[in-house]
C-alpha cells in the first residue's frame, strides 16, 4: 500500500518538475516590433492593461523585436509600445477572449516618447498561430439568443462539427445532458472545463443538469468550442473541448436580475398532443452582481439561477386492446383466458377511445398526461485577488442542486430522483520573470445521484419475497410490444474528484514552451441493483392469454437478482495522471509550428472492500469464455496506459501581408478514458449475481424457478485484456477575413477510432456465415456452459469519420452580428453508445450480433447526420436615438428605437437507426438477444417508410409510420438476419426559434428589458 503511494508522490514530483498541465482559460496578446523601414525594434517596453480591472503587465521586445504577454485573463485591453526616439503607440479594442492568441503588431515612428499615437480596433480574426479547429462562443451571444431552458449546450449545437442524436433515450437527472456529438465522437468522449478544471459527472462524462439542461447561461462569461486538433494541453478526450470561462467582477459595478416565463398558454398543440394541452409551468429566473471589493486589487462576481417546472407530456403507450381482453386474438380466434391472464390484464389500463388501434397487434393506444416536476437551484461565486504585481488568485465554488420526478405513462409509477453538485476551483498565478510564469491549480468536484421507484403494489408480478418492488411483465409479439412493472431499482452513485494541476509557460527566442501535468484521484461509490425484483416475458400473445409455460407461444427467458443473494454497494477508486509539453515555434513571421507530446496514465480501478471480481482467461488474449476463471478481487483488468504517448504536429501559415488569410492544419493521436463503460454495473458472477432460467415452468414464482430449474448465472464483466480507446484525427483548413468584422473558415477533419468501448455476449454459440447470412449452430453449444451469458465490456470498437465543415462568422459591429456553420460529414462505427446506460443495457445501440463477426457491425453510427446546417443572427433594428432611420427624441424614438432580433434556424438530415426482428425460441436458448430481418431481394429499405410522420388519421385507426413487411422478412430458425445495422434513417430536423426584444432605459446605467421569445416557430414536427 505505502509502496503505491510513494511511486505515485514520486512520478506527480517529477512531472511538477517539468511544470504542470494546463487547460487554458485564458489568452495571450503578442507581437512584433518594427520601425518605418520595417527594421525590428528590440528592447522596446510594451505594456498590456486591463481595462475592466486596471491590472497591467510589462514585458520587453526581445533581440528580435517579438514579445510575449501570456496567462492574461480575457477581458477588453489596451497596449502600448514606448522606445527612445520613437513616438509612443497605443492600440486600443483589443478584445482577449478564451484560448485566443491576438496578435498585436506595432510599426513606430521616429519622434519624441511624449508623442502618443492612438490606434482603435480589434485584432485580426484568422488565428496565424494556432492550428487548433475552434469557435468563440462570446457574451453576446450566451444572453441574446433565444435559448430554450437556457442551457449552453444549445450553444455548442450551433458550431460546425458538432451534431446531436435527436431519438437518443436520455436519462434527463443525470450528467447524459443533451448528447453531443462532435467531430463523429461519442457523446461521452468529450471534455468539459470550467477555469481549467473538469466539470463533467464522472459516471457519465458529461455536466450534469435537469432535462437535459447545461447550467451556467447566467454565470458564465464565454467559452470556447475546441473540435479538433486540440494541444498537447488537453487530454483524455476523442472527441472535443468545452473550454468556459466563469464571470468575475472588476472596477465598474454590475448587476442583473431576469426572470424568463413558460407555459402552456404561450404554446401550439404539437403532432402528439391530444385535443388539449397538456399543463406546462416554467419559470427560470435569477441574477447576478459584481464589482470591486478593493479597486484594483480584489473583486468579486456572484450569480444564482433557479427553475421551478412542471411540464406535461402526452404519451401514447400501447395496450392490451378489448378484444384482447376478451380473448380474441389478432387473427379472429377466441382463446380461454387463463386465471392467471385475467388476474394481471386489469393492471394494465384501459385503452383511450380516441387512442389509434393497431389491428394486427390487438393493441390500443392508452392517452395520458405525464407530468414531470422539476425544482433546481445552481449558485457560483467567485472572487480575483491581485496579491501583487507579480501574483494573482482567485477561487470559485459553484452549486447545484436537482429535484425533479418523473411520472410514468401507467398510472401508479414514478421515478423520483435527487443530485447535488459541488464544484470548487483555486488558482494561483505567478509571473517569474518577463518570459516565464507558473499557475497552480486545486480542485474539487463532487456529485451525489440518488434514485427512488415509486410503484403500485401488484400481488401478481411479485417474483421476489425479498423485493419491494413488484417485477416487470411483458408480451411480444410481430410487431409489438407491451409490458408492466419496473425493471430498475433504487440506486445512488457518488462521486467525488480531487484534482491538482500545475502550468509553466516561457517563451525563448521565437519559441513560446508549455509544460504541464495533472494529477486526479476519484472516488465512485455506488450501488446499482440489477433487476432485483425479476423480470417475465411471454413470446407471444396467445401464450400470454392461456398460461402456456414452454414452447414457441409460451414464456421467454426468466431473468433476475434476488437481493438476498448478492451485494451491489461498491467503492471504486482511481487515478489518473497526465503531462505535456507544448512548443509553439515561430519558424517565420508568416509560419508557426504547434508542436506536441501528451502523456496519460491512469490506474486500474480497485474496489475499497476487495469486493470485485472478472473472468481471466488463461493465456494473455485467449479465447474469453471457454478457457480460464473467475478470480476475486484486484485487478480488474491488465493496465494498458502505461505508453500512452501522443505525439500531435499542426501549423499555421499566412501566404501574404496583412494577415488576412490563413492555412492551417495539422495531425496527432488523442488518448480517450478507461472509466465507468467497463465496470459501472459489473455482475461479475461471484459477488453481484445474475440469474436466468431458459424454460420456466412455474409462472409466476421467480425465486422457486431459480432453485428448481437450477437457473444459470448471468455475468456482466470486463475482458481483462483491454486497450485504451485512441483515434487519430488530421485535418486542413484555410481562413479569410473580409473587412474588419467577417471571417470565411473551410476546412477538412478526419479521424480513424481504434479499441473503443464495445460490449457483447461472449458465451453465445459461434456462428458462421451460411449464404451471407449469420447463422447458429445446430447443436447450440455455449462456449461455457456454466453460465447463461457473458455480456462483457471491451475495446474491440472501430470509427471513421470525415467530415467538411462551412463556418462563416461576423462579430458584432454596426448593431449585427450572425454565425452560418455548415456540416457535411459521415461517421461510420462498428459499436457505439450514446450513453453509460445505455452500453450497458442497451443492445440495439452497437451491441455485437457475435464478437467473431465484428465486422456485421459495420455500419453508419447512429449519430450520423449527413447535412447540418446552423444559421443564428444578432439585430439591432435601425430605428430610433442615434440609429440611421427615424433618428429622433420624443414619443417615436422611445416607441420604436431599442429593438433588437435574435434567431437560430437548424435544418438537418435525419439519423440512422436498427430494425431488429422477435428473437425466435431456438436463438432464445442459445442467449442469443438480438436478430434482424431479412431484407427481401430487390426491395429497398425505404419501403418500409409509409407516408409523412405529420400527417393526420381518419378515424380510430391510423397507418403506422413504418410498414417492416414492406421490405423485411422473417429470418430462418437459426438466423440471425443478414440486414444490415442501422439501416433506416429517421426523418430529418428543421426548427426556427426566434426573439424579439426591446431595452427600456432607466438612467444612465440602468435598463429594463422586455423580451419575447419562440422556439419552432413554424410549429414543424421534428
Known sequence: ?????????????????????????????????????????????????????????????????????????????????????????????????????????????????????????????????????????????????????????????????????????????????????????????????????????????????????????????????????????????????????????????????????????????????????????????????????????????????????????????????????????????RVEVSPLAAQILPYWPVPSPEGRVFPTDGTQEFITATPLIIRSDYAQGRVDHQLSANDSLFGRFTLMNVEQNNVGSTPGYSTRTSNESRFATVSHTRILSASNLNTFRLAFNRNALTEDKITPDLPGLKFFPDSPWPGNFSVTGVGMTFSIGIIGANFYAITNRYEVMDDFVMTRGNHSLQLGGNFQRVQANQAFPNVPNGSYSFRSVEGFLRNVQTGALGLGQFRGTPPSLTDWVRGFRISYLGAYVQDDWRVRPNLTLNLGLRYDFQSVPTEVNGKISNFRPRTRGGDFASTGEFVLGNPLWQNPTARNFAPRVGFAWSPWRGRSTTVRGGAGLFFGRLDTRQYWGNRDGLIAKGFAVGTPSNFPNGLAEIANAGGTVQVFNTLFDINTPHNWQWGLNLQQQFGASTVLVVGYVGSRGINLASIANYNAPETALVEGVLTAPVNGARRNPRVETMDATGTQG?????????????????????????????????????????????????????????????????????????????????????????????????????????????????????????????LAAMSFADVRPNAKPGVPVSGVILGKPNETCGGAECPRYVDPEASFSFPGTRQLGNLGRNTGITPGIATWDVSLQKTFPLGERMGLQFRAEGFNITNHTN
Open 798 to 922: 472501430d470509427s471513421w469519420y470525415n467530415g467538411m465543415t462551412v463556418d462563416l462568422r461576423r462579430r458584432m459591429s454596426a448593431g449585427l452580428q450572425f454565425q452560418l456553420a455548415y456540416t457535411y460529414s459521415k461517421s461510420i462505427a462498428t459499436a457505439e453508445q450514446t450513453s453509460r446506460a445505455q452500453l450497458t443495457f442497451n443492445r440495439t445501440s452497437g451491441y455485437f450480433l457475435d464478437p467473431a463477426h465484428i465486422d456485421a457491425n459495420k455500419a453508419l453510427a447512429s449519430w450520423d447526420s449527413r447535412n447540418v446546417l446552423k444559421f443564428n443572427y444578432i439585430y439591432a433594428l435601425p430605428f430610433g436615438s442615434g440609429k440611421p432611420l427615424l433618428n429622433r427624441g420624443g414619443i417615436v424614438g422611445h416607441v420604436l428605437g431599442g429593438w433588437q432580433l435574435g434567431g437560430i434556424i437548424t435544418l438537418k438530415d435525419g439519423s440512422p437507426f436498427t430494425f431488429t426482428s422477435a428473437v425466435p425460441p431456438v
Open 1 to 333: 500500500m505505502w509502496r503505491g503511494w510513494v511511486v505515485w508522490v514520486g512520478l506527480l514530483g517529477f512531472f511538477w518538475g517539468l511544470a504542470g498541465e494546463s487547460q487554458v482559460t485564458t489568452g495571450t496578446i503578442s507581437g512584433t516590433v518594427r520601425d518605418a523601414s520595417e527594421a525590428v525594434l528590440p528592447g522596446a517596453k510594451i505594456t498590456v492593461l486591463n481595462e475592466d480591472t486596471g491590472i497591467a503587465r510589462s514585458v520587453v521586445a526581445d533581440a528580435a523585436g517579438r514579445f510575449t504577454a501570456a496567462s492574461l485573463a480575457v477581458g477588453n485591453y489596451k497596449v502600448t509600445a514606448t522606445q527612445e526616439g520613437f513616438q509612443t503607440e497605443v492600440r486600443s479594442g483589443i478584445v482577449l477572449t478564451v484560448g485566443r492568441q491576438a496578435v498585436v503588431d506595432f510599426q513606430m515612428q521616429v519622434g519624441s516618447v511624449t508623442q502618443t499615437v492612438v490606434v482603435t480596433g480589434e485584432a485580426p480574426l484568422v488565428d496565424t498561430t494556432q492550428s487548433t479547429v475552434s469557435t468563440l462562443v462570446t457574451t453576446t451571444t450566451i444572453n441574446e439568443l433565444p435559448l430554450n431552458g437556457r442551457s449552453l449546450s444549445d450553444l455548442v449545437l450551433l458550431q460546425p462539427g458538432v451534431s446531436k442524436l435527436e431519438q437518443a433515450a436520455v436519462a434527463t437527472h443525470r450528467g447524459y445532458g443533451t448528447q453531443i456529438n462532435i467531430s463523429g465522437g461519442r457523446s461521452d468522449d468529450n471534455l468539459f472545463l470550467l477555469d481549467g478544471t473538469d466539470l463533467a459527472d464522472y459516471q457519465n462524462n458529461a455536466p450534469t443538469g435537469p432535462n437535459n439542461v447545461m447550467y451556467g447561461a447566467g454565470s458564465t462569461r464565454e467559452f470556447q468550442v475546441q473540435t479538433s486538433l486540440f494541444s498537447a494541453q488537453y487530454g483524455r478526450s476523442l472527441g472535443g473541448v468545452f473550454n468556459a470561462v466563469s464571470k468575475s467582477g472588476s472596477n465598474t459595478w454590475n448587476g442583473e436580475a431576469y426572470n424568463f416565463l413558460r407555459n402552456d398558454a404561450l404554446d401550439a398543440r404539437d403532432f402528439f398532443d391530444a385535443a388539449d394541452l397538456p399543463p406546462f409551468r416554467r419559470n427560470q429566473f435569477g441574477g447576478g452582481v459584481g464589482g470591486p471589493i478593493v479597486r484594483d486589487r480584489v473583486f468579486f462576481h456572484g450569480s444564482y439561477e433557479g427553475l421551478r417546472s412542471t411540464r406535461t407530456t402526452t404519451a401514447r403507450p400501447t395496450v392490451p386492446g378489448a378484444n384482447l381482453r376478451q380473448g380474441i386474438l389478432p387473427d379472429g380466434r
